[in-house]
């Protein structure tokens, strides 16, 4: 599942583009960004706060198995080393 | 074999445009994670068009070629800045230092409550954070 600030209408929007099967979850008070230790205040061209794109992986005993975040706005993890990583879970 | 005539201004125009390739080189392997990152096809370009460029205003008084030969080095130098320094995202270590995922409830899309907990308990959980602001 996904999580973003931004409101589930914006989100749906998303899901109904995409044809996604997840959900993105609305972080809007950004609250759990903060608890990941994911918050880029002021990320916007506006100045609105966002979240550093990351992937967690999350055993069934709450252990994070994996984790990748990116450094640069542009990054993103290999989709083939998300999916190495799911699979040895 | 005969030299270049030095008075042509044309092959600077090329080197411009191979420089300006490179961004949309860019775009269209925007899907592959290691081009993505590096940027190292788009800058492959643009530091060929670059060297190229200077090359040529090295090799005539023409002052169009110097000053698109200088324009080409600005697009190189901007395209850095832009790419490695204003793409920089806020380093905060406690990412890093997590061991158990923090619990949380939100809403998803159509506004039912999602808990994290709910959720391992089917199994495990790949979250995904976008950035936000599509």
């Known amino acids: 599942m996904a999580v973003s600030v931004d409101p589930p209408s914006d989100s749906k929007r998303v899901v109904d583009k ?3 099967n997840f959900s993105i979850l609305a972080d809007e ?3 759990v960004i ?8 002021g990320a916007s061209h506006e100045g609105k706060d966002a979240a550093v794109p990351a992937h967690v992986l999350i055993d069934r005993t709450g252990r994070i198995a994996w984790r990748k975040r990116s ?3 542009q990054d993103r993890p290999d989709p083939a080393d998300v999916k190495a990583a799911i699979d040895g879970l | 074999m005969s030299e270049l005539p030095r008075t042509r201004s044309w092959p600077i125009w090329i080197a411009l ?10 775009m269209a392997l925007m899907d592959n ?4 990152s590096t940027g190292i096809p788009m800058f492959a370009l643009m530091v060929t068009g670059v060297v190229a460029g200077l090359v040529m205003a090295a090799r005539t008084p023409r002052r169009l ?3 698109v030969a200088g324009v080409n080095v600005a697009l190189l130098g901007l ?5 490695f320094y204003m793409a920089r995202l806020p380093a905060d270590p406690a990412f890093a230092s997590l061991t158990t995922a923090p619990d949380f409830t939100l809403p998803d899309e159509v506004g039912h409550p999602v808990s994290l907990s709910g959720e391992l308990a089917k199994g495990p959980v790949h979250l995904v954070f976008y950035r936000g602001h599509w």
């Open chain 2, 79 to 83: 395209m850095l800045y832009g790419f």
């Open chain 1, 34 to 41: 903060r608890d990941y230790g994911l918050y880029h205040a």
């Open chain 2, 17 to 26: 445009l191979i420089t300006l390739s490179g961004l949309p080189v860019y």
């Open chain 2, 33 to 36: 994670a290691w081009s993505r």
């Open chain 1, 29 to 31: 008070t950004h609250q």
């Open chain 1, 71 to 73: 450094d640069k706005i």
């Open chain 1, 18 to 20: 995409h044809k996604l």
């Open chain 2, 65 to 67: 070629v110097r000053v």
